[in-house]
């Protein structure tokens, strides 16, 4: 019996703690997110979301080029995209970033689906999914998948569109049609519940969301609808930088988030654009003319007579190429649009206002501005190349120019004496996607 | 402001948690202990005769210690230190048992009358070895085990000296091997060896912790290894398989290390002993390391300068990227304004000069270790004591700092009445480090890495420290801001004295443990571990230091011609802390008891564990370190860089907070039958809060069964030139954590806010993993144990086969998924294996002796399933260190490109494809893994030691020889891209294929310009560059001197010893040591001590 007493005695030490002991996290700055605080947490992951947008679009078009020894000095990836090889191909980091936006984004609205849309903050991560999204496959769509025209190639491959967080489930490629439906779909919806005004520049607001279908819309030649968003955006921001109060001796003339920035996004790093390696194509600096500022605001002049870039609305003077949107883009956009659309007293007016904040006060405007010449259009996609140079949009506009024998080009680049050259619509205006996602999937590849 | 506050909290938190905790402990001991006393009062009064009497072995030496029962009651007494006993009867005649370990039990009748006993205990000549190993949770006669253990006793364990207690286990345990393929440039503080560098019995997970578990003393141990003083150890045990390891669950996969540290002993007069040595530990040999000469490197470098490569960065005057001296000399000629004669002198000049020679004389040093240990010891009837100090210091290989340790360790025992054992014990750790601060750690491959050119100096003709390029061309700096910036030019050696680091750290743990026999089979034990440690660092470069130079320069601007600064002058500090809080509670029933031919034992009971953990810290600028004064700078907004753009001061500070928990439940039972057979069985369930444990919470409890048969014991057996034969088997299973791994996503949130956004934001982690579980091994071991007469020849011979499923896998994905790569349960691996120790003796006379030891293990591991699938040779072949499993091939596995040799025309390097030369590299590269060769495991099959000891009256001499077989390595080798835009060379380059006909006696390809990676990747990871890396080492000799004398100075003992004496035989016909991989060999380390025991 005494046995049995101290026994029982003993027991209550032999039953361990509650299940809730073990419910404590592990880590206090890890967690699996379920709140909207933590959706906006990770659409403000900055260097996921907005800097690494694909580069070898940019990379393969004709604004900048590379004195023999610095395209030696490259890797053969670089050295195969900047020939236009049809075999080059690219760092799946190229790819994986970008999906990386989607994932994101997918991990966001899955996250809401669970949560009240009357909570704080809940329509601004709705929209900044969304946004972000429809950004990502837009960008891939521009140097994975060929160009699309409304009637021609809408079941050609686009790209796959991952819709949930899950990553078991297999990638496919889309139609061109899907991609961008997709695409004008997801942004219609942000603009509904992104609001005027965001806390940085580097989430997307009403206007951002505007400012990209008309982006969209132009590319799919769509001038109705980009010119209406063009103009949408406008209404909420149009301040442009007077480039006569930048300091034009500055490495970095523009300042980061400056005004005329409606979104702030960046490509991915390419050693291309380096500063020591990447000269800008000296053709296009003859463009611009007695008065224009942006020759000193953009440019740098070398002592061997050559010229540097040095104008990224990333406020940095490094090899990274700034493709967010802008107001000077949509004075472009709506100016473009009413020139093709015939209202060319509006175009002119829009152009105007662009053009007077990058000239020198002291001069007078350019005789294009001044006198009608009949070829309104011309003149503004003259001075649209002019005014986005190196901002993540020359690739885009070449295949969409091309579609057109007016303003197609065949470009050129002379390597150690050799001569390459990428005509109007060849198939290379699509690249390849990476050997890594080949190899993994059970996609199709571009035609070569 | 915000962050501070959330500390706060946090701390408040803890300790209100630790409270409670506390208080818990605290009241469960009170009720422990007024139940001893009730259990004193209710103890019944014998009512037999009392018996008493004297037991001593055979030559007549009391034994204390040896226990007498009477058979069929509880009645229980224990012979004193001179070998008395007595004890009361309960009934009025019976049986006295008495029995002693290693020796034969006595049954002896009584009857009514009181009697004086002599009882004389002869040995067993059949015992095994008469040890006990110790689980963690018991203690067991090696006899009875039915596991696979390995004991290492006092005496083994102290072979060698060293500071650390991991690599005192290397060369001694059989089946356990080191991988030290690391970079030996990372700190290298006198042979302490990390523990991730040991591996028992081959590889049972891929991408978890790969260690073992390390238990101090009972209770796992999550300190610092390095922080024990292998002085306080008594003995370690190695629990290899599932019986032995299965008590300790799911963290018990790769195996588990049972330390077990020095405790006083009752009836023990005061001992003293004192321990001393120092080591001397070699500069570390960087002519070892691959490279051009000096004047190789500028041959380079004028060819690339013919060729253009250069000359955008020559003319780059908008960040005026900084140039080699050779470089500057050849702008100067090309310029015109030196002379091609004078050019070429002054080039001529800096080609004699190589840096290496420099960091050997100004920056290393040889090192000089000493350590000293003094412990007392003694114990009364009711009371045992032992004290211990220890005392390291240790120079850092540079010139400046090194590590002191200082350890106490204080333990207890006493029996305030016989049913009771309390044991108290506390042990102190303090721990001060110092060294150079990390950013420009003035270390020769540091500086290669980041500056690199061979021929810079050092030390100017003049004796002070020397400009190295970096950063921005000298000339420029020069004209900057009229001389009004700071000097922004970079000297290696003046890091030494500008910049420092210090880290002081202490640990303490508190232990008590409280014994009560409840009735005399059963004991219950409460055990209870309070750990807190804490770790104060910081970096300090004072304004003198090229980091805090270039950071203030960094973030000036000119405005208006005048000079802003954004950083204040003075010095940069950099604090930064943890602190850990740790307890742990065990209780335990023991039930042990012999009934006849029977006995059985068991154990049961629960532990519960947690451990908290944080870090913080702060960043302050313009610090001065007399005054002890900084300025404030804004880490908010943007500040101007001097050579254009802008961004936010660095604040280099990081807050976590780490909580884990543990609560397990265990169970453990053996019953042995006339100490012929022996059955074991044990169960455990691990449940703890990691992030995607839910499953090991839900899952089946790990256990094992074993069985063990002294079969000389059998009726049969009648081999008398081998009186001990046991065979012995178990089947089981343990289990791994991982902890890095959830399967729901997980996001880590950033301390600061973004640089650019200045909004807070969190990272994906892991994506989304529902279908995950946990590794689970499940091992058979068989073995055999045996020895001759006298134990003249002794030896074990082991078997296992281990089945890991479920093995977390890391395997690319589909990039679209955001993700390259995932982990996931994917992969099974089976390893085998037979471990040998064989003892001998050749020579035994009172003079003369002669001990031999050879441990021989072979193990392989083979990936046997493996879910994701990779096709690309790349995946594969550029991999070798890491693990990339495939179906059927060694977990380790080398593969490599297929060699075609040489093109005969052009010198390109040639692969095959096809069974067709081909130098097309990115199809190589691609190609499927089928057309890449597999070379073989990258851990050796076979390893082993061979020890040696030989005693002459008064001298013993031991030496220690190590081998590890048949396994393979991939050499360095030349890289033209490394080359062209690194400066990192190989002597290769001197046998380069240069003209047709080369190829004919060279492998080397030829150097083409422009470089092409791939190229370079298919030559560095082709079949010509792997090799055998199979050899056998001369680990260390020992030689010792030692005296016994009947003075007050019972013993003392002299020893030399040397370490790392280099490899005796290779494979490999390139003159390489395998196992360093791209670092330097371990330096040779030579040590002279003495002890004394008082």
Known sequence: ?448 | MKQKLRLGSYYALTKHKLKQFKIRYISLLAALTIMCLYARAQRPEPSGPALSGIVTDTTGTAIRGATITIRGTNTKAITERNGRFSIHAPKGSGTLVVSYLGHQTINEPFDGRAGEFRFVLIPTENMLEEVEVSTGYQTIPKERATGSFDFIDNKLFNRMPGRDIVSRLEGIAVGVDFVKQTNSFQYYSARAAPIGQMSIRGISTLYSAKQPLVVVDNFAYDGNIHDLNPNDVESVTLLKDAAASSIWGARAGNGVIVVKTKKGKLDQPLRVSLNSNVAAVEKPDLFYLPDLTPSEHIDVELDLFDRGHYDSRINNTSTFPWMTPVLEILASQREGKISDAEAKARIDQLRTHDVRNDFLRYVYRTQINQQYALNISGGSTKHSFRAAAGYDAEMSRIQVGGLKRFTVKMDHMFQPIDRLQVRASVFYVQNRVSDVGDAFYPEYNRYRVETGYQYARLVDDAGNPAVAEWGRRSSYLDTLAGGRLLDWKYRPLDELQHSRYSGKGSNVVFNIETDYTLIPSLKASVQYRYERGEQNNFKYYDQESFFTRNQINTFTHLEGGELVRAIPLGGLMIDFSNYTYANQLRTQLDFNKSFALHSISAIAGWEVRDRVSSENGATKYGYDEELLTYKPVDFQNFYRYFHGGSGIIPDYVQLRGYQNRYLSYFFNAAYSFAQHATFSVSARKDASNIFGANKNQAGTPLWSVGGSWNIHKADFYNLDWLPQLKLRTTFGYSGNMYSSISAFPTISYASSVNSVTKQGYASIGTPPNPDLGWEKSEIWNIGLDFATKQRRIHGSLEYYRRTSTDVIAQGPIDPTTGFLNLRYNSANLLSKGIDLSIGASPVKTSAFEWNTTANIAYSRSVVTDYLFKMNRSRDYVPNATSTNPLEGKDVNAVFAYRWGGLDAETGAPLGIIDGEKTDNYTQIVNAPVESAAFMGSSLPLYFGSWRNAITYRNISLSFNMLFRLKYYFRRESLNYYNLVNYRVGHPDFQNRWQRPGDELHTQVPAFIYPVNSNRDEFYNYSEINVGRADHIRLQDISLSYSLTTKTMLRRIRLYATAQNLGVIWRANNWNLEPDTGSGTPLPLVTTFGFSADF
Not at chain 1, 11 to 16: C, K, N, R, V
Not at chain 1, 272 to 299: P, Q, W
């Open chain 1, 1 to 448: 019996m005494v046995r049995v007493v101290k026994i029982a005695l003993i027991l209550p030490l032999f039953f361990g703690c509650g299940p809730s002991y073990l419910d404590v996290r592990p880590d206090k700055q890890m967690r699996v997110p379920n709140t909207v605080a933590d959706c906006m947490a990770l659409l403000n992951d900055y260097a996921t979301m907005n800097t690494r947008y694909p580069s070898i679009g940019e990379a393969a078009s004709d604004n900048h080029y590379l004195p023999d020894a610095r395209f030696n000095a490259q890797d053969v990836f670089e050295r195969e995209n900047y020939c236009w090889l049809p075999q080059a191909n690219h760092r799946v980091a190229e790819w994986y970033y970008p999906y990386r936006v989607v994932f994101n984004a997918n991990m966001v609205l899955e996250v809401l689906k669970g949560r009240a849309s009357t909570e704080t903050d809940y329509d601004l991560a709705k929209g900044t999914a969304l946004f972000f999204r429809a950004y990502a496959f837009f960008h891939l769509a521009q140097v994975f998948a060929a160009p699309y025209t409304y009637g021609q190639t809408e079941n050609y491959p686009g790209v796959p569109l991952r819709l949930d967080p899950a990553v078991s489930t297999p990638s496919e490629r889309s139609s061109l049609a899907d991609t961008y439906g997709r695409v004008i779909d997801d942004l219609t919806l942000a603009a509904s519940v992104l609001p005027e005004t965001v806390p940085v520049k580097t989430l997307p607001s009403k206007a951002a969301a505007y400012a990209m279908l008309a982006r969209v819309y132009l590319t799919i030649q769509d001038y109705e609808h980009a010119l209406q968003f063009a103009n949408q955006a406008l209404r909420l921001q149009n301040d442009l930088l007077d480039f006569s109060l930048l300091n034009t001796s500055s490495n970095v003339p523009i300042p980061r988030f400056n005004a005329e920035v409606v979104f702030h996004s960046l490509l991915q790093s390419n050693p291309i654009f380096a500063t020591a390696n990447c000269l800008v194509d000296s053709n296009l600096v003859r463009e611009y003319e007695e008065g224009d500022l942006r020759k000193k605001v953009f440019f740098r002049e070398n002592a061997n007579g050559t010229h540097t870039f040095k104008g990224s609305y990333d406020g940095t003077f490094t090899n990274i190429v700034f493709n967010g949107l802008t107001t000077s883009e949509l004075y472009l956009i709506s100016a473009e649009c009413d020139a093709r659309l015939g209202n060319v007293d509006r175009a002119m007016a829009n152009l105007k206002t662009l053009i007077a904040s990058r000239w020198d006060n002291s001069k007078p405007l350019p005789r294009y501005l001044l006198e009608d010449d009949g070829d309104m259009l011309r003149i503004v996609i003259n001075e649209r190349r002019k005014e986005l140079v190196l901002r993540g949009q020359r690739w885009t506009d070449l295949r969409r120019l091309n579609m057109n024998s007016a303003f197609a080009s065949v470009l050129k680049r002379n390597v150690e004496g050799i001569q390459y050259e990428l005509p109007p619509n060849d198939l290379r205006y699509t690249l390849l996607i990476p050997d890594d996602v080949m190899n993994r999937t059970n996609m199709m590849q571009n035609p070569r």
